[in-house]
């Protein structure tokens, strides 16, 4: 086990990339590690360190044929990152810093498709442009006890005679199964939990629900990955079992109905300095450790005892922990996926005893009247899909101010409604979840001076950065990334802007402009005013 810190100078751009590699296993004899300082250089003649393109290759035998990874050197700098650099200094962002992350072995949540026969499955992910899955065993990718336990599974499959799924029949039994692990066991020193990590297994089974004829096989398959792997066996790798069931001849890997089987029924992790509950139909970040990096570096840019906004918020994760960290005196949490309310509740339910905050979690659609869940926030912060923000939110992003006077002015109208009748507000205040503070806040009329952007797209973040920054009413302040998926062309994006006071980003205080200002104070006010990640063909 290494753990390096290093910097990359980028020979064409006067800005510094700093990097963090964190902890990681090299698997192969082949691979040195990567040196304590490594500069990328070509000037350099004299430093004798190796070529980190071999020191920090991908060495997967399964690279030819899946599409998991796009490539499969330097997996410490994706060739996505030179572009990030110079996007962000162009826009004066000169210090943009890079978190290499753990290059091997990070992912801790992947779906895989079961294709082939019940003496010959293949558990993998598709063949570029096809449908015809890879076996990838050996995934470098993929956390070491999520292959333990695919391996599992494959002797489960050929021991019981369990049929994988055909596509073009629409038969068989087992179509997919998502492999979830935590490294949550506080019985263990720190530094042990993430390899000692617990693996919960989704089956979907292609059946309507429990009483279907497959029943009896779907129950012994279920049991023979919790009697070899379970809590009571000699080697303890099966979290719990869990089964989703799915007959749609789509895309869609999942159906509507989870049922727990056997081991745990509560999945825990813990991230952002809090523990989280997710469900196996919860989106969860696919690099946990990566995601903690980028929270800790999150909670920096949210003053304490601010008023949050979290948007495509999920479980609540992101607000949670900010709630915890920076004493905030409210945060609403707005998510589109009901899914995610219960394991909203459990993990509020294990927040320390001394946060004091209005807490609140919102089933709702951040395109409709997004103003409404901004207005009283000092910071938005936001983490789409991978398209990025709706249309409507970045609208209301570039003209806050005018949406500010819009509310405002029907005020006395909306007083006067006796019934509330409006089909999505009535929805929303039946599904949210709220818990009050001990303390009595003021209702706050702030408008967000602060937006944090967390994106997985790259495109699309330049699209919506592009967009609020022509604005005039936003203007980038920091920006970091995260090497969330190493071995793919995607880094992950935290970006900070804060809005401008005045009409201009860049307006500067003098005394003339200051007499200025005065006097054009009503002009003034007018001038002011969607676990992600890259696709695996699966």
């Known amino acids: 086990m290494v753990l390096l810190l290093f910097s990359i100078q980028q020979p064409s751009s006067s800005s510094l990339i700093t990097s963090r590699l964190a902890q990681c296993s090299v698997r192969t004899q082949t691979a040195s ?44 700098r994706p060739l996505i990152l ?37 003496m010959n499955p293949l558990i993998g992910l598709y063949q570029e442009g096809t449908h015809n899955v890879v076996d990838i065993p ?24 369990v049929e994988p799924y055909d596509e073009d029949e629409g038969t068989g039994e ?20 993430y390899r000692n990590g617990k693996v919960q297994v989704a089956l979907v089974w292609n059946s ?23 809590s009571s066996s000699k080697v303890h790798l099966i979290h719990s079992v869990w089964v989703n069931f799915q007959t749609s001849t789509n895309n869609i890997i999942f159906g509507n109905r989870w049922r727990h089987l056997l081991g745990e029924r509560d999945f825990w992790e813990h991230v952002g300095g809090i523990d989280i509950s997710l469900a196996p139909s919860s989106f969860g970040q696919a690099n946990t450790r990566a995601f903690d990096s980028l929270l800790q570096k999150l909670h920096k840019y949210v003053p304490y005892g601010a008023s949050v906004t979290d948007l495509y918020a999920g479980a609540g994760a992101i607000g949670l922990s900010v709630a915890v960290a920076r004493k905030c005196r409210s945060v609403k949490c707005i998510e589109i996926n009901k899914e995610s309310k219960l394991s909203f509740e459990k993990t509020v339910s294990r927040l320390p005893k001394h946060v004091d905050s209005n807490i609140s979690w919102h089933h709702a659609d951040t395109s409709i009247e997004p103003f409404s869940w901004l207005e009283g926030s000092d910071v938005v912060v936001v983490d789409p899909p991978r398209k990025g923000l709706d249309p409507s939110l970045i609208d209301v992003l570039r003209n806050l101010a005018s949406y500010a006077r819009k509310a405002k002015a029907s005020e006395s109208a909306v007083l006067k409604v006796k019934e509330e009748k409006r089909p999505w507000i009535l929805r929303e205040r039946e599904a949210s979840i709220q818990i009050e503070s001990k303390t009595t806040w003021e209702k706050s009329q702030s408008l967000p001076e602060t937006l944090i952007y967390i994106s997985c797209g790259w495109e699309s973040f330049k699209e919506d950065c592009r967009s609020l920054l022509s604005s005039k009413r936003w203007h980038l302040e920091k920006a970091h990334g995260f090497n969330f998926f190493p071995g793919t062309e995607s880094i992950e994006v935290l970006a900070v802007f804060k809005r401008a006071s005045g009409g201009s980003v860049k307006k500067k205080k003098t005394g003339k402009k200051k007499k200025k200002k005065k006097s054009q104070k009503g002009d003034t006010l ?11 063909s699966l």
């Open 526 to 536: 007018k001038d002011e005013r969607q676990k992600k990640e890259p696709s695996f």
């Open 138 to 161: 050996f995934c470098r990718a993929h956390h070491p006890n999520i292959n333990a336990a695919v391996e599992l599974l494959r002797q489960g499959i050929i021991e019981l005679d």
């Open 174 to 193: 087992l179509r997919y199964v998502q492999m979830a692990v935590t490294t949550y066991n506080t019985s263990l020193p720190a530094a042990e939990r």
């Open 208 to 230: 309507r629900n429990e009483n279907s004829p497959s029943s009896e096989k779907l129950n012994a398959l279920a049991n023979f990955l919790w009697r070899n792997s379970g």
């Open 82 to 118: 030179d572009e990030a650099t110079d996007f962000f200094s162009n826009l004066g962002v000169s210090n943009f810093t890079f978190d290499t992350c753990r290059l091997w072995g990070w992912r801790c949540r992947a779906k895989l498709a079961v294709r082939g026969t019940s």
């Open 33 to 76: 590690p990567p040196p304590q300082s490594l500069s990328l250089n070509p000037n350099n003649t004299n430093n004798p360190i190796p070529d980190p393109s071999l020191t920090c290759a991908l060495q997967c035998q399964h690279f030819d044929s899946c599409s998991g990874c796009s490539h499969e050197w330097n997996l410490h």
